[in-house]
């Protein structure tokens, strides 16, 4: 475990402690919309995500929002190239729940980062990862999945998500 890691690990322990009157949760983060199209956000990390990730049994959306964030970052200096679409809008949730909306933010992520020639997201479905690689120029969408089961889990939902803007957009 690097440096950080065992930053990170020491500060949640120190912050969860039941035996402190003001015991911690979770982590608040805030950034910009800047990067996945949107006003101000924040970010709510449990404490019982980080545990669960430290013992490699899940990833939860906000901690891939982290991630995707630091991506952004990355890419910004590197590979300004790259966009990516907010893996807590782009759920399998929100598909059942909410799907003209997560619909629409794709389609105006396509439509305001159009001159970009990649645009990401980590897709979680339940406790499965499926990167979304969008290339809005071939109008293409590659569905890379992490399983090596190919029919472990089903990503026609997502994908009929994605033609449906593609509609739209092109």
Known sequence: MGTACKDLHLYYMEKSNARKPNKATDILGEHD???FLGPTNYIVVDFKDLFDLYR?????????????????????????????LDPQVVTITNLQNDRQGMVNYIYDTLWSR?????????????????????????????????????????????????????????
């Open 56 to 84: 490699l049994q899940a990833v939860d959306t906000s901690l891939l929002k982290c991630y995707s964030l630091l991506s952004w970052q990355w890419c910004q200096k590197h590979a300004p190239e790259v966009a990516f």
């Open 33 to 35: 919309g800047k990067p």
């Open 114 to 170: 159009r001159d970009k020639e990649y645009i990401m997201c980590a897709y979680n479905q339940y406790a499965h990862l499926i990167l979304l690689f969008i290339t809005p120029k071939w109008s293409t969408c590659h569905y890379l999945n992490s399983r090596i089961d190919k029919n472990a889990y089903d990503w026609t939902p997502i994908q009929l998500a994605i033609d449906e803007v593609w509609a739209q957009y092109v």
